[in-house]
């Protein structure tokens, strides 16, 4: 079973939770974890900085066929500031979006990072052991308008912004990546 970084604030199956001009600081594991079942939360106007781990971890990498309750969907992450981390663990991302749907990643800086600066998808990379895709619920998620900058900074193995896995059962409800500057 996969697993994430625990967050030093942790939920699941919440509803209508909102950060609000937030500070993420001086942590260890990650920031902030929206995990399973997490539904129209928001994450607006905060900064993440010297957090060990991931800034901030949205839905879950272990239920790619999570139904209702149990799906991680309509969180909007937007206008954050997310520079200086991971700081011990490089193999973090300023924000990761697993098994998502009608998530919204817009407007935010992300800037100094050792590796990836926003993660979206899961489960995408089995085909490299000879296994298909996994099969998930993610779907109509938006990573829009962000301003990504001195990424990439310690490991090779990335970018700006990585996605990966299946999102959508068509053109309409796939994944929109626009308006990014990388």
Known sequence: AWTKEPGNLQFS????LAFLN?????LGAAG????????????EGSVFTDVSGNGLEIGSV????ATGASQTTHI???????????VEYHGGVAILAGYVANTTI???????????AISMGWGGWLDKAGKPSVPNFSHDNVVSDNLIFDFMQTLADGGGIY????TGASMTSAEKVIGNVV
């Open 13 to 16: 199956y919440d509803q209508h």
């Open 22 to 26: 937030d500070r993420f600081v001086h």
């Open 32 to 43: 902030l974890n929206l995990d399973n079942g997490s539904q129209y939360d928001t994450v």
């Open 62 to 65: 272990n239920m790619p066929e």
């Open 76 to 86: 909007m992450v937007t206008n954050n500031h997310l520079y200086g981390l991971p």
């Open 106 to 116: 817009t407007h935010n800086q992300i800037d100094r990072i050792p590796y990836i």
């Open 163 to 166: 996605t990966q896995g299946i």
